[in-house]
């Protein structure tokens, strides 16, 4: 989950929420995939971080007591694979399309890992891909263009859902990604961004992502946390993105 501070306490987003927002970026980019097996792109976009949410498998809270974001330190190498591989499998079921640029996004943020399971997994997806692409009748160029897409909308959509972007006016680089195209975003007004080079079909679009307030700072267990995430309401964030 994504945890920043927040005037009331802490902004918690979680992580199928930001990839749902990465998948409404993704709607708006029809001319950056193929018409046909859209929808699979776009499951993609939305299903890329699931299985990454479970309170009786992970710790979410730091050694203070305060909510942990994804990016601080915690968990570990196999935690990884499990989450790696219980993705993966979900994808196999569902679309071979889907399961090919999931793997991608596996094998980008794994690659690293000196973890032998790992490495050992990434290749077996990486032998997978090549069947993949012959079903659908896909080239490693296709793939890469695809893959961009998923890159690019991640990206932007954690931007956003981190309140990364300075309120200065300054630009803040997204991705090298789309059309190997570097991007960048930079606050315009409350709730509305600009995008350069501008790569959408509209001159502007709405999006929303849902987030929750904590208002307790410190919690003393990994339950308590659990427990105020379920009965804390729900907000809307409205964002419009324009050139």
């Known amino acids: 989950m994504l945890v920043?501070?927040?005037e009331k306490g802490w902004k918690i987003i979680s992580h199928y929420t930001h990839a749902l927002l990465a998948g409404k970026?993704?709607?708006?980019?029809?001319?950056?995939?193929?018409e046909f097996h859209r929808l699979?792109?776009?499951?993609?976009?939305?299903?890329?971080?699931?299985?990454?949410?479970?309170?009786?498998?992970?710790?979410?809270?730091?050694?203070?007591g305060t909510p942990r974001d994804f990016m601080m330190e915690g968990g570990g190498a196999k935690d990884d694979v499990v989450h790696a591989k219980s993705l993966y499998k979900e994808t196999l079921q569902k679309s071979q399309w889907i399961s090919m640029?999931?793997?991608?996004?596996i094998e980008f943020l794994y690659q690293d890992s000196s973890d032998k399971e790992m490495q050992l997994f990434l290749k077996k997806m990486y032998?997978?891909?090549k069947e993949q692409r012959r079903l659908y009748g896909l080239n490693q160029e296709m793939e890469n263009q695809l893959y961009s897409v998923l890159r690019f909308c991640d990206r932007l959509s954690l931007i956003i859902c981190g309140d990364e972007v300075p309120m200065t006016g300054r630009k803040l680089e997204i991705n090298k990604s789309i059309d190997d195209e570097t991007y960048f975003v930079s606050?315009?007004?409350?709730?509305?961004y600009c995008i350069e080079p501008w790569l959408f079909l509209?001159?502007?679009?709405?999006?929303?992502y849902e987030y929750k307030i904590l208002e307790k700072a410190n919690f003393s267990s990994n339950k308590e946390l659990e427990q105020g995430l379920a009965k804390a309401p729900v907000r809307l964030q409205k964002i419009i993105l324009s050139k």
């Open 25 to 34: 970026i993704g709607y708006h980019l029809k001319d950056k995939m193929p």
């Open 127 to 129: 032998r997978k891909r």
């Open 187 to 192: 606050f315009v007004d409350e709730g509305k």
């Open 40 to 64: 699979e792109t776009l499951t993609a976009i939305i299903n890329h971080d699931d299985h990454l949410v479970d309170f009786d498998k992970t710790n979410y809270l730091t050694d203070a």
């Open 202 to 208: 509209e001159n502007a679009f709405e999006v929303d």
């Open 101 to 105: 640029l999931v793997s991608r996004h």
């Open 4 to 6: 920043r501070h927040h």
